[in-house]
């Protein structure tokens, strides 16, 4: 079974440039979550689809980052236009399940590493 | 709201020693609990969940937790530390009504010596 896929693997801008990472779920999972790690610190939730439906955004800074997952499936994140705070590694997963699936395994991809200069 | 507390970000073990990583969880109800492995460069891996089953719970690679309710604690052991065992581990928990949103701890970094 393949895994979940993300690209690009790097990626290097300057401060007020715009940048999009890509994410290709594992084949029929119905939750897709981008998560942001910065050094030295565990993975916080952005945003978390069900399907192609926003279920929770409440920590996405939507000044300058969107998301979208058309038809269900793949995703887009960008970040329009990039502080050097934003430098992490931007990390996908999914899993099986519909809404409330609480206790749900979570697949994670290898992660997009973003650095701001 | 709920968090998640890892006591050490970097615990060294020799190789065959007991592997001790702390995690500690703030909710007045049991959540869901979970331990993920992360390898340099690759995504975090399950090593393995407490879902209000036993509260004894076997992951691979040989790693094992004990959810204690009584001291908010779900701590992760393996019994003989092995070189590959080297890696970052995350504590998480997902609160039971919340679309399975996970909430990171910030990470113990475990290195192993020969």
């Known amino acids: 079974e393949a895994g979940v896929a993300q690209s690009p693997r790097y990626k290097i801008i300057e401060k007020r440039q715009s940048v999009a990472f890509w994410c290709n779920p594992i084949?029929?999972?119905?939750?897709l979550y981008w998560y942001q790690q910065i050094l030295g610190q565990g993975p916080k939730l952005l945003i978390q689809f069900q399907n192609n439906g926003v279920v929770d955004d409440s920590q996405l800074p939507k000044d300058r980052f969107s998301a979208e997952r058309l038809k269900g499936v793949d995703s887009t994140l960008k970040i329009q236009p990039a502080k050097l705070e934003d430098s992490a590694v931007y990390l996908c997963?999914?899993?099986?399940?519909?809404?409330?699936?609480?206790?749900?395994?979570?697949?994670f991809g290898p992660g997009t590493r973003l650095t701001v200069l | 709201a709920q968090s998640v507390t890892q006591l050490g970000s970097h615990v060294s073990v020799s190789e065959g020693a007991l592997v001790l990583l702390r995690c500690n969880y703030s909710s007045s109800v049991p959540p869901y609990l979970f331990w993920y492995v992360q390898y340099p460069n690759q995504g975090l891996q399950l090593l393995l969940k407490y879902t209000s089953a036993a509260t004894l719970v076997k992951g691979i690679n040989g790693f094992e937790a004990e959810f204690k309710k009584s001291e908010t604690s779900f701590h992760l052991t393996k019994p003989s530390a092995h070189m590959s065992d080297a890696a970052e581990y995350f504590c998480?928990?997902?609160?039971?009504?919340?679309?399975?949103?996970?909430?990171f701890g910030a990470g113990t970094r475990l290195a192993v010596h020969p």
């Open positions: 997963a999914s899993s099986p399940g519909t809404s409330g699936g609480a206790g749900n395994e979570q697949f």
């Open positions: 998480a928990v997902s609160p039971l009504i919340s679309y399975n949103k996970l909430i």
């Open positions: 084949s029929g999972h119905a939750t």
